[in-house]
């Protein structure tokens, strides 16, 4: 391999890692999340989980003397990108709990790559290749695989009720399909923890309307497994998650880093199972398979 292959190989592996990171972290967190929905109010726990991811990025920004204050000429761009990326997660997706599984929502969040596919193209001018647009089909095929069983067997009054939360996490994956190319296309000038910090801040705020204004929290049914799964949502969910996902931006095209994330909903269905006691069984497998085949085609694309 050349010095300059070598050069450019080294940045992309670099996004691969950070994107497998925020794979892992966010998939585990469906599991999480309906976890916390039997000890929390639905958004009462994320008002505590911001304030600790907050105060922590906070601290580390810092320790490393980093820049803490965006330029006034990006305010917009900076509100515009927390409500895509995190108010997306933190205010619409956790409404699609009350009638989906955490592995069928999971599913129907990860169609994010096919809008952020299609809107990468005009604005970022990332025209897709045959082997994008395959790793793409390939990747969805397992997306629609898992989505179809979950979906199936209670017939047409069954589909009617889930429609919903299907509703609030489509919702969910155009908002956050927009942040990523909206990111891509119009980054804020601050150095990656500062500006986690304050998409975090951000993105949360109608989080404390609704938390404060309708919920009422009692401390003591909160339990040990509560606390643990508050804490995982603050730190890795939030910190790490986040900090990788943009480094990850940062390095590869949009609409790689958007099929990467078809890793998410994979591992979102098998934590589920193992934690929750949702099925699975040979049609997770295919699905696995179908979405690692998508990912790796993607990104040789």
């Known amino acids: 391999m050349s010095a300059a292959a070598e050069g450019t190989a080294r940045p992309a592996l670099r996004g691969f890692g950070f994107l497998g990171i925020t794979a892992c972290a966010w998939g585990l967190n469906w599991p999480v999340m309906k976890l916390l929905m039997r000890d929390w109010p639905p958004y009462a726990f994320r008002v505590f989980a911001a304030l600790g991811a907050v105060s922590l990025l906070a601290a580390v920004a810092a320790s490393q003397r980093d820049r803490l204050l965006p330029r006034r000429d990006q305010a917009g761009r900076l509100v515009a990108s927390a409500v895509l990326n995190v108010s997306s997660w933190s205010v619409v997706a956790p409404l699609s709990l009350f009638w989906l599984d955490a592995a069928e929502a999971a599913i129907i969040a990860y169609t994010m790559p096919v809008w952020a596919t299609v809107l990468a193209w005009p604005v970022l001018g990332e025209k897709p290749g045959w082997r994008r ?50 990111t891509k ?27 404060l204004g309708f919920e009422s929290l009692d401390f003591g049914r909160v339990t040990w497994v509560g606390w643990g799964c508050l804490l995982y949502v603050a730190v890795v969910a939030q910190c790490a998650a986040y900090l990788a996902w943009f480094r990850a931006l940062r390095v590869l095209p949009a609409g790689t880093a958007a099929i990467g994330s078809l890793l998410v909903p994979v591992i979102g269905v098998f934590s589920s199972g193992l934690l929750l006691g949702e099925p699975l069984g040979l049609r997770h497998a295919a699905a696995l398979v179908l979405t690692l ?6 990104a040789r694309g």
């Open 133 to 182: 647009l395959a790793g793409l089909a390939l990747g969805l095929s397992g997306v629609t695989l898992l989505l179809a069983g979950a979906l199936a067997g209670g017939g047409w009054e069954t589909l009617r009720a889930k429609l919903p939360g299907a509703a609030a996490i489509l919702a969910t994956a155009l908002m956050f399909a927009g942040g990523a190319v909206f």
């Open 185 to 211: 296309r119009w980054p804020v000038a601050l150095p990656p923890v500062p500006l986690v910090a304050w998409q975090i801040a951000i993105g949360t705020l109608p989080v404390w309307v609704i938390a």
């Open 293 to 298: 085949g998508g990912v790796v085609l993607a």
